[in-house]
């Protein structure tokens, strides 16, 4: 592609706003921090306007001195602005509803925005180095009209427009046409792509977005957020290694990050869950491991070391071959026939059927020791 993607974390804003997650200040400092490790380009710690607590919370993000920028989030409500500016965070990202349906769930039309959008900009701009705006639900609205916020945007200086599939309705190829007309109109504007995953697609039309020319992505750990979530920055990390070949972030302490995540927020990753899931390094099939005894990556797209975790792992169960029960039996330094093999997999089996699950290589060893006369 010949450039990366500015990635912008909203776990500590859009994350915590899924239903039941709470962060305690000292998680959300952790948090920025193990962020600023892995070298994301700009966290957004919150919205101001929440109150005394969550200004607290910003200002003791801000005074740490990360290397991310640090963006708060805000209404398009002078006051609010106002507020935001005295906490130290050095851009704000203003949300305008775009579509018709949320400005009538406020009772507002278009020219509303038309008309709020200059005074509103001017003030932000007065009082932080950056301002962004966002086209909230723009997924919704006819393209003309983003391309018309977008043009109110260059007239007064923004330097970033979100476009937003507030309710995650995009397809990939819906995405590649949106981006592709908004670029080719626009060539010079920062345009950030905010996807959700109501259909589970907000990391294929994020990744497709950059592919397209969107320059910017916002993303949460874990695809933590509102309903079904966002797009999730692992998942985002590893397409953008895997499409450049390479990546400019620090991926040692990923899976880390996203287990902590996972804790905090009280919801726990699936057990098959991209990229930092339990089993998404983890092979039972004898034609698999068989492979990946000679060469990892010959079943998967990526080494786990790289992330923190594990380089990958092999289960034992209904599936499983000899030449994996062998080469962990002689990692044991356990020598057996190997025309046992084929009663030790049958126990295998049998005890994988009952116990309806796979078998570490620890009970397999276990089971091999209680079982050594057959």
Partial sequence: MGYFPFLIDSTLRDGEQAPNVVFLRKEKIRLAQMLSEIGIDEIEVGIPAMGEDECNTIQNIVRLKLRPIISVWSRAIKKDIEQASTLGATCIHIAFPLSDIQLQAINKTYGWVEDTFSKTIQCAKNLFERVSVGAQDASRCPIDRVIQF????????????RFADTVGILTPIQTIEIIRTIKKKKTN???????????GM???NALTAYQVGANSLSVTINGLGERAGNAALEEILMGLRQINGKTKYDLSTLFDLCRYVSVISGRP??????ICGKFAV???????????LSDILAFQPFNGDILGREKCSILFGKH???????DLLKRQNIEVEESRISLLIEKIRNTANVIRRS???????DLYLENKGI
């Fill in 150 to 161: 977008i043009d109110m945007a260059e007239k007064y200086g923004v330097f970033r427009v």
């Fill in 202 to 204: 907000a990391t294929a």
């Fill in 282 to 292: 983890s092979h039972e099939s004898g034609i698999h491991t068989q492979a990946i």
């Fill in 189 to 199: 504007m920062n345009i950030d792509f905010h996807a959700h995953n109501d259909f």
């Fill in 269 to 274: 990753l699936p057990d098959g869950k991209a």
């Fill in 359 to 365: 078998l570490s290589s620890e009970e397999v060893v």
């Fill in 320 to 326: 499983s071959g000899k030449r994996a029960i062998i």
